[in-house]
C-alpha cells in the first residue's frame, strides 16, 4: 500500500450521511464519462453514478444509475476504491462514495436529462472540469490499483487529502 496525504490525519470516527456509486468504463484505450446535468456536481465532467435507494448495495445502485443516466446495462462491473468526502460548509452532506470499472456492456449510450455520455481519450481525460480530487486517485484506478480515500472540501475546493492505493 502507498500512503499519500497533504498532511492531513484520517477521521478515527467519521461517518457519511449519504451512500453513492461512480462507474467508469474503459473500452480499447477509451473512458466513457458524462458531463452532469443535475445534482450534486452539476457541470462538472464525472462517471455517471449517483445515491443508493434503501436496501441496494453499492452494485446494484452502480448497475441502476448507469441505466437510468446512460440508458446502458454494465456486464462486468468490479468495485475499485472507495472515496470519502468531508464538506466544511454543512451545506452538502457527508458522502462516501464506491468507484467501480468496467469495460464491457449491451446498449448505446444515450443522453438523458441527468448525463450527456462521451468517449474520451484515456490518456486525455479533462481534470479541470472535474471533481479536484479525481486526478489523485483515478490514474491509479486506470493503473489497476484499488484505492481508498478521504477529502475535505469547501464548497468546490478540496482543502486536504489523505489516499492509500495498492503498490
Ligand atoms: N468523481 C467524483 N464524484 C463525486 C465527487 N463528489 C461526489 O459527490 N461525487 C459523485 C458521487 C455521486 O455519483 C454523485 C452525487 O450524487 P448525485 O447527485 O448524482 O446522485 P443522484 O443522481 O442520485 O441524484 P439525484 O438525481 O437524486 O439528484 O457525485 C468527487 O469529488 N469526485
Keep these: 500500500m502507498q500512503e499519500k496525504s497533504s498532511g492531513f490525519q484520517w477521521p478515527a470516527q467519521w461517518t457519511p450521511d449519504i451512500l453513492a ?10 473512458i466513457l464519462l458524462i458531463r452532469k446535468k443535475r445534482g450534486i456536481g452539476a457541470g462538472k465532467v464525472n462517471g455517471p453514478g449517483g445515491k443508493f435507494e434503501p436496501g441496494e448495495t453499492a452494485l446494484q445502485c452502480v ?3 448507469v441505466r437510468e443516466e446512460l440508458h446502458i446495462d454494465i456486464e462486468d462491473a468490479r ?7 468531508s464538506f466544511a460548509c ?3 452532506p457527508e458522502i462516501r ?3 467501480f470499472m468496467a469495460t464491457s456492456f ?3 449510450p444515450t443522453e438523458t436529462p441527468e448525463a450527456e455520455p462521451f468517449w474520451c481519450p484515456v490518456d ?5 472540469l472535474m471533481w479536484q480530487d479525481d486526478r489523485f486517485w483515478l490514474p491509479a484506478m486506470l493503473d489497476g490499483k484499488r484505492f481508498e480515500a478521504f477529502f475535505t472540501f469547501e464548497g468546490d475546493r478540496m482543502l486536504e487529502f489523505s489516499l492509500k492505493a495498492e503498490d
Design 21 to 30: 456509486t461512480l462507474m467508469f468504463v474503459v473500452q480499447k484505450g477509451r
Design 63 to 65: 448497475l441502476r444509475e
Design 79 to 85: 468495485e475499485m476504491g472507495v472515496l470519502n468526502f
Design 90 to 92: 454543512g451545506t452538502i
Design 97 to 99: 462514495c464506491h468507484v
Design 106 to 108: 449491451t446498449g448505446t
Design 124 to 128: 486525455g481525460i479533462p481534470y479541470d
